[in-house]
């Protein structure tokens, strides 16, 4: 399967945008889906992720209340919401599919990654 993330762009703080998440050669059913990030200098940390199947999510503490997670079952898609953006939000966002349907905050039990979206929030 491939994954392709994309949305990223240049907001201010305060600002939202929206992720997506699109998988082609394969389906999400059956597995977990997860949006990482990047800032430079740091390690890949977790945001976000969903089962496909089912719905159980689990929420970084640093994004609860703001970031939500969704997903289109017909395109294959699933969506990061993002509101109320902090300079600190600033990062290379990634979604993965996980090795299996649990949902997991540990990179090590994502096999699949998209090639990641800059997103860059303005103070």
């Not at 993965?96 to 997991?104: C, K, L, M, W």
Request: with cysteine; net charge positive; charged share 15%.
């Amino acid at each position: 399967v491939q994954l392709q993330a994309f949305g990223g762009g240049l907001v201010q703080a305060g600002g939202y945008l929206r992720l997506s998440c699109a998988a082609s050669g394969g389906t999400f059913s059956g597995y977990s889906v997860g949006w990482f990030r990047q800032a430079p200098g740091k390690e890949r940390e977790f945001v976000l992720s969903i089962r496909w199947s089912g719905g159980n999510t689990a929420y970084s503490d640093s994004v609860k209340g703001r970031f939500t997670i969704s997903r289109d079952y017909a395109k294959n898609t699933v969506y990061l919401q993002m509101n109320s953006l902090k300079p600190e939000d600033t990062a290379v966002y990634y979604c993965a599919q996980g090795r299996s349907a649990v949902v997991t905050t540990t990179v090590s039990n994502y096999n699949y990654w998209g090639q990641g979206t800059l997103v860059t929030v303005s103070s």
